[in-house]
């Protein structure tokens, strides 16, 4: 996640969908008040620019805040953070409505059924789970469904100004980026690329009527609003 002070926009990460590549290769615009969430130690390596930044909240414990307090960012003095995958309404909160309205908003989305396999494989990097069935993975909710459409709405309503199409992600983000006045071409690094190995049949060969109709389920509102098919 990324507040940019020196041009003037904000993009929410949503995950599964290049978000640490985007991440990594706009802080190469960001000035020295920016906000920048850390990624992986894997991928931090990547970065174009600076580096994580401002992104504690100074002398306000995390249980005073709206904020979720995840081990990955804790440090010893217990402060609250921004976070990567930061819901807009938490992010608002803390940025004011100043900021949120005159800043431009952008994020990523991606054909859920299709993010959902990216997920699956994503998973199974693990070793106590590299025979684990699409199906047994879709059946533990808590660790298969994904949260990205509340990144970019609040209440139900899309606050983002723009969402770029994965499927489209490099012309997206270009048109994204123009929208405050950058007009070079974005070097997207390939973050994350170890887990795309293996099994690259169609996300369409994994799925059964069952499984199809849980992503459908779990997914709604992006389906509806971006009219994404199976």
Partial sequence: MIVCHEHKFIFLKTQKTAGTSI??????????????????????????????????????PWYKTMLRPLNLYKDRTNRA??????????IRAEIGEQVW????????????????ISLYKY?????RRADITVEEFMSEE??????????YSIDGKVEADFVCQFDNLAEDVAKALAQVGIIQPLNLPRAKGQYR??????????????????????YAPE??????RF
């Fill in 101 to 116: 309205k005159s800043y431009f908003k952008f994020s990523v989305e991606r054909n859920p059924w299709d993010r959902q």
């Fill in 23 to 60: 991440e990594c290769a706009l802080s190469s615009f960001c000035g020295p008040d920016d906000i920048i969430t850390p990624v992986s130690s894997t991928d931090e390596h990547l970065r174009q620019g600076r580096g994580p930044q401002h992104w504690r909240l100074p002398n306000v």
């Fill in 81 to 90: 953070r921004f976070w990567h995958h930061m819901p807009a309404e938490k």
């Fill in 197 to 218: 190995s293996g099994d690259q049949r169609p996300y369409r060969d994994f799925y059964t009527d069952e499984t199809r109709a849980i992503v459908a389920d779990w």
């Fill in 142 to 151: 808590r660790i298969a469904r994904l949260k990205n459409f509340h990144v």
């Fill in 123 to 127: 998973r199974k990097r693990k070793k």
């Fill in 223 to 228: 389906i509806k609003h971006f009219g994404y």
